[in-house]
């Protein structure tokens, strides 16, 4: 039994916040943002649009894609840090919207690296049950309403959307798998490097941890840079060493977008020639677990990746999580 991609999706918010609209709010220049990053404008969510709006937007277009129904889904998994509600989660109303009732829902948390680690899940499920055919992961954040936009440290960094992927199992000995290696990583001594501090069981939500900005993204960035150099080269190393596939034969790099320097310090070093590494962070800024997802359907329909090919996804974030996949689009 194998598992391939059938369908991607993505989905960005109409707003556009570009670095002129920035420069109006905190003390900062387009300059600054553009050659320390690489963005140059963010989407934004309307207010009355939460993280399941986008991932359900993504999904049904990967459904369509796939040539599917809500109905045939038999798992939903969305990987996300903004979820609509603490519970219940973002995939029991994805479930709700899709009408996918025969489906089992849930979140997954891994910060940026959420969309790798809930595709490494769901291809386990299906490999280890094969009642669980047909699976839509999501990775979705609503990014600006976690972001403290007094803070000019990270208020230019982030921004809203969702990406998709349809994994369907078949039994045609001819389709091969689409996951042929994977890394992933957690390291929970860096816990206080980035991250929300309060909200949760630690320190709930009170009159006063509102008024100190703590349920804002909090992160020591040049401490952040450093470790995800490392972590997505070295994951990305990893892969392609227990594929024996060689750098050349990659059609496509898909980094997490979170800084175009950090995209550009992991390419070289991954033996991946610069104009096979997919870059849309100057569009969209950091959307977390979206990002991966974005990039992955915006190379499928923009005919830079067809099936068959290689591509290496890695990512990086809060946890700190990270990893690479090696798929066969
Ligand atoms: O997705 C999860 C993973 N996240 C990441 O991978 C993010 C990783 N980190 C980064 O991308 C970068 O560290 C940042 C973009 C966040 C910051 O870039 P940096 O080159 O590390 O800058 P810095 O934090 O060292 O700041 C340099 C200077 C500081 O001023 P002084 O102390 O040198 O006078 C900052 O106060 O730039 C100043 N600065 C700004 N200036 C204008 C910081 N933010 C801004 C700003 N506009 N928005």
Redesign the pocket.
Known sequence: MSIRIAGTGSYVPERILTNAD?EKM????DE??RT??GIEERHLAADNEATSDMAYEAGRRALEMAGIRGEDLDAIIVGTITPDHVFPSTGCILQQRFGAEGAFCFDLEA??SGLLFSLEVAHSLMKANKRYRRVLVCGAEKLSCITDWTD??????FGDGAGAVVLESSDDAAVPDCLIASDLHSDGSYTEI?KLPAGGSRIPTSAETVANHQHFIH?A??E??KL?VNAMVSAGRQVLEDSGIAPEAIKLVIP?Q??S??IHAVAPRLGVPEERVFINVNKYG?T?AASIGICLDEAARGGLIEHGDYVLLTA???GLTWGALLIRY
Do not use: D, P, Q, Y
Request: hydrophobic share 45%.
């Open positions: 920035l905190v003390e900062t220049n600054w943002i320390r990053t910060a940026c000019r440290n990270t208020c230019v960094l980035l992160m960035g040049k952040v840079f995800a997490h979170a800084n320097r950090i950091n977390s990086f974030g809060g």
